[in-house]
């Protein structure tokens, strides 16, 4: 269960996608012409206008050891909150609260809490994480800052990919955008020396409200010798209704380490 919420906040749930498209016009087909900067401009336009986010969503999980179906409750307060909640046949499994300064979360299996900042969580990933960026994340945005002159692109199988110019050599990345809303199509990030890999595949988007959601999300990793797959659908999203965020941990729960 740990390094399913790890992953939650490196490149996880990727939730929700866009409202409101107002300056993105895409195609069918991806244009050759187009330069980088021209590209993430229209990215940035396809982030999602909205005060409050309530979503329902199905996750199915698993590594070589076992497979498990849970149903996921996400509740946002945009540039303030973002609540989760994991169930099945409901029963809570977990809960999450995330802050600009603050990262919790606490398991009732094992009767484990964490209760920190996003300062752990980076050194696990080796790599900066913030609020803003797990965000964007799940807004289907993606995390990495695309600097507009760092970046090239190129049209491969008719999406649009985005590359470092440079790449680090222990955080090696691309993404690839859709041409008909350039939301986020597959990304993919690896660290070879510690041997892990992540990569994540959007299904289609579905049209809601005005705003494009994905349907499907396909999540891949490798962490040495442990592989794990992560398939999200989406079942239902309600945007600017009233949301309450309960989140307290139970007494008597032990506090975990997650650099263990």
Same mark, same amino acid.
């Given at each position: 269960?740990?390094?399913? @919420?790890? $992953?939650?906040?490196?490149?996880?749930?990727?939730?929700?996608?866009?409202?409101?498209?107002?300056?993105?016009?895409?195609?069918?087909?991806?244009? #050759?012409?187009? !330069?980088?900067?021209?590209?993430?401009?229209?990215?940035?336009?396809? /982030?999602?206008? %909205?005060?409050?986010?309530?979503?329902?969503?199905?996750?199915?999980?698993?590594?070589?050891?076992?497979?498990?179906?849970?149903?996921? /409750?996400? +509740?946002?307060?945009?540039?303030?909150? @973002?609540?989760?909640?994991?169930? &099945? @046949?409901? &029963?809570?499994? #977990?809960?999450?609260? &995330?802050? *600009?300064?603050?990262?919790?979360? $606490?398991?009732? =299996? /094992?009767?484990?809490? %964490?209760?920190?900042?996003?300062? =752990?969580?980076?050194?696990?990933?080796?790599?900066?994480?913030?609020?803003?960026?797990?965000?964007?994340? =799940?807004?289907?945005?993606?995390?990495?800052?695309?600097?507009?002159?760092?970046?090239?692109?190129?049209?491969?199988?008719?999406?649009?990919?985005?590359?470092?110019?440079?790449?680090?050599?222990?955080?090696?990345?691309?993404?690839?955008?859709?041409?008909?809303?350039?939301?986020?199509?597959?990304?993919?990030?690896?660290? *070879?020396?510690?041997?892990?890999? =992540?990569?994540? $595949?959007?299904?289609?988007? !579905?049209?809601?409200?005005?705003?494009? %959601?994905?349907?499907?999300?396909?999540?891949?990793?490798?962490?040495?010798?442990?592989?794990?797959?992560?398939?999200?659908? $989406? +079942?239902? @999203?309600?945007?600017?209704?009233?949301? /309450? %965020?309960?989140?307290?941990?139970?007494?008597?729960?032990?506090?975990?380490?997650?650099?263990?």
């Amino acid at each position: 269960m740990k390094r399913v @919420i790890l $992953y939650l906040f490196a490149l996880l749930l990727l939730l929700s996608s866009c409202r409101g498209l107002k300056g993105v016009n895409g195609s069918e087909t991806a244009n #050759a012409g187009l !330069q980088a900067k021209e590209i993430i401009t229209t990215h940035n336009l396809a /982030s999602p206008k %909205f005060n409050t986010m309530a979503g329902r969503i199905k996750v199915e999980y698993e590594d070589e050891k076992k497979s498990q179906s849970i149903t996921v /409750s996400l +509740r946002m307060e945009k540039d303030k909150k @973002i609540w989760i909640k994991a169930s &099945i @046949i409901g &029963i809570t499994l #977990a809960k999450v609260m &995330i802050t *600009p300064d603050s990262v919790s979360y $606490y398991e009732t =299996l /094992s009767n484990s809490y %964490f209760d920190g900042d996003f300062s =752990l969580i980076s050194d696990w990933l080796g790599t900066e994480v913030n609020f803003e960026k797990t965000q964007a994340i =799940l807004l289907g945005q993606t995390m990495f800052e695309l600097n507009k002159s760092s970046y090239t692109s190129q049209v491969v199988d008719n999406q649009y990919k985005l590359t470092p110019k440079q790449q680090l050599e222990d955080f090696i990345h691309s993404l690839f955008l859709n041409p008909d809303n350039f939301k986020v199509a597959k990304a993919s990030v690896s660290q *070879p020396w510690e041997d892990r890999m =992540l990569t994540v $595949y959007y299904g289609p988007y !579905q049209l809601i409200e005005g705003g494009y %959601f994905p349907s499907e999300v396909s999540i891949n990793t490798v962490d040495g010798d442990d592989k794990t797959r992560i398939d999200v659908t $989406y +079942r239902k @999203i309600d945007l600017n209704v009233n949301v /309450s %965020f309960p989140f307290s941990i139970p007494r008597g729960f032990e506090q975990i380490d997650l650099g263990r």
